[in-house]
């Protein structure tokens, strides 16, 4: 029989004790293209270091692998918790952190790593602390959305039959524009594009200048979403 995993009282406690004392993050961070504020990961950790100080407790952040998939580089991490005790928290949560790999210009951006490592920070420690900000998406939100109604499981839009192939692009062209401009963090934005891979490619061979019009809207939001990170 496989004995249960054992949990450091110290670190649970140092935890607690965090969550305690960091209730709530001011959004002061304002992303201008979108018109929305956002807690950013300074303010985040202005309001977390002293408190995880005081209870003791570390965290560590280790690469695990990167991967360079197109425009988008995606960073795994792997968290370490460590009480100033010495006591170390068994499970090794992991974490991804994603970002455009090219900068305004179309250049490579040397920056893109270090904004993975940021994004993965900061989401692991909202996780964590359970820390309210408004800034987590969340999957209930999605039911009403006109961008995603009617999509299947995992976000894409599932294919339907029309007779006008002309308007049926047009369509989707629409709602691919509507929803980048809908989503405000980088992250849900990169899946969203990647789910719409096909359907962009569609919008493409009908109308390259629809499709070039949709490429560089993307590009924009991806821009402003990284500079807001």
């Not at 003791?56 to 695990?64: A, K, P, R, Y």
């Not at 299947?152 to 509507?178: L, S, Y």
Request: proline share 5%; charged share 25%.
């Amino acid at each position: 029989m496989t004995e249960p995993v054992k949990y450091p009282p110290e670190i649970s406690g140092a935890i607690n004790a965090i969550m305690g004392e960091v209730d709530y993050v001011q959004k002061k961070g304002t992303n201008t293209f979108h018109n929305y504020k956002f807690a950013a990961v300074g303010d985040l950790l202005a309001k977390l270091q002293p408190a995880m100080a005081k209870a003791g407790l570390i965290v560590m952040q280790n690469e695990m692998e990167h991967t360079l998939s197109g425009a988008v580089m995606e960073v795994k991490y792997e968290f370490t918790l460590i009480h100033k005790s010495g006591a170390v928290w068994p499970d090794r949560p992991v974490h991804t952190g994603m970002a455009t790999a090219t900068n305004s210009k179309g250049g490579f951006d040397d920056k893109c790593v270090n904004k993975c490592m940021t994004a993965a920070r900061k989401y692991f420690l909202l996780a964590l602390f359970q820390i309210p900000t408004g800034d987590l998406p969340d999957a209930d939100e999605e039911e009403d959305n006109p961008v995603t109604k009617g999509a299947n499981g995992n976000g894409a839009r599932t294919a339907t039959p029309n007779h006008n192939a002309d308007e049926q692009w047009k369509k989707e062209a629409e709602r691919i524009k509507q929803g980048i401009k809908a989503h405000t963090e980088l992250m849900p934005l990169e899946a969203f594009l990647k789910q719409e891979e096909k359907t962009l490619a569609t919008i493409k061979e009908n109308s390259p200048s629809a499709h070039d019009f949709l490429v560089k809207g993307a590009a924009t939001a991806r821009a402003v979403l990284n500079k807001a990170a």
